[in-house]
């Protein structure tokens, strides 16, 4: 299934924050693989968030930073600037996904056919929208399965695991699928965005996450696209 293994792990982190590129290089260390979902009319934009009491950054990086922050992992959709798809007209649903896609391609110098739904709601219509009128060939959710069986809606693909909201989970879930032995084909899916590892400061922990699941004979390591469209 994924170059001749059972398993598979794979990443994705949203928004294009500036972290992105401490968090590549801990990635990078272990050879692992992300996706990394982009809102191309923000890059560039500097701003902060307050999540848990603390103030973190959220600075964009640079269009023309790009192709190479992201040289060895994957770019993806996250809309243009990052609306909740589903309280938009269709029209604007397809600008929003459709121009967004163009956008990163030209930056990235390769089609870009992944996607990350902003802000999380998502439903039907929304996805049966992005399949018809886009480029878009997968797209992920926020909803958490806490498994890692294979799901056949590529357009509302739910992830295993929340990295932030349930680290204690994710280690959990990552010691497991590493002991798996699987007779079928099974994917890790874990999502994020960079600065909730500023909250608490957990780049070490992240890092300990990253050691776990390196370095298995048995795990194929591969961005979304290659994780999800593998055989297709």
Request: net charge negative; charged share 30%.
């Amino acid at each position: 299934m994924f170059d001749g293994k059972m398993k598979a792990v794979t990443f994705s982190y949203d928004d294009g924050v500036t972290q992105d590129i401490r968090l590549i290089e801990i990635l990078d260390k272990y050879g692992l693989k992300c996706t990394f979902n982009l809102n191309s009319e923000l890059l560039g934009r500097k701003n902060e968030l307050i999540r848990e009491g603390v103030t973190v950054k959220h600075e964009k990086n640079a269009p023309e930073k790009i192709s190479q922050i992201y040289k060895n992992h994957e770019v993806a959709v996250h809309t243009l600037t990052h609306p909740t798809l589903t309280e938009l007209e269709e029209e604007e649903i397809v600008r929003q996904v459709e121009e967004d896609r163009i956008a990163l391609s030209k930056l990235c110098g390769y089609e870009v056919v992944g996607m990350a739904y902003p802000n999380g709601p998502n439903d039907d219509r929304t996805a049966g929208i992005i399949r018809r009128r886009t480029g878009v060939k997968y797209a992920r959710t926020t909803k958490p399965t806490h498994n890692f069986d294979i799901q056949e809606n590529l357009y509302r693909f739910n992830p295993t695991v929340h990295q932030h909201g349930e680290f204690d989970k994710t280690f959990e879930l990552a010691e497991k699928f590493v002991a798996l032995k699987a007779e079928s084909p099974k994917i890790l899916y874990i999502w994020g965005h960079a600065y909730e590892l500023d909250i608490r400061d957990e780049w070490n922990r992240f890092a300990d996450l990253c050691r776990i699941l390196s370095g298995r004979n048995d795990i194929f390591y591969g961005t979304n696209k290659e994780v999800l469209l593998a055989g297709k």
